[in-house]
């Protein structure tokens, strides 16, 4: 082979190998940050926390637990 069609062929190889990684980069690394989904189970749960808490407060002294 001549040195020259060598060398062509071994920069278009390495153009090709070159842009794959930038490809493969664009799918493995998103460029927005993942949003996370909001824990159902712990606001609910707060939210019943808070209100028997209320509702403890709301009562008379001598109802309430201990």
Do not use: C, W
Request: charged share 20%.
């Amino acid at each position: 082979m001549n040195d020259e069609k060598l060398k062509i062929v071994l920069a278009v190889l390495s153009g090709i190998i070159f842009s794959l990684v930038f490809i493969l980069l664009a799918f493995i690394l998103p460029i927005s940050p993942s949003k996370t989904p909001q824990k159902t189970m712990n606001t609910g749960l707060q939210k019943l926390s808070k209100a028997y808490k209320e509702s403890q407060l709301n009562r008379p002294p001598e109802e309430q637990k201990h």
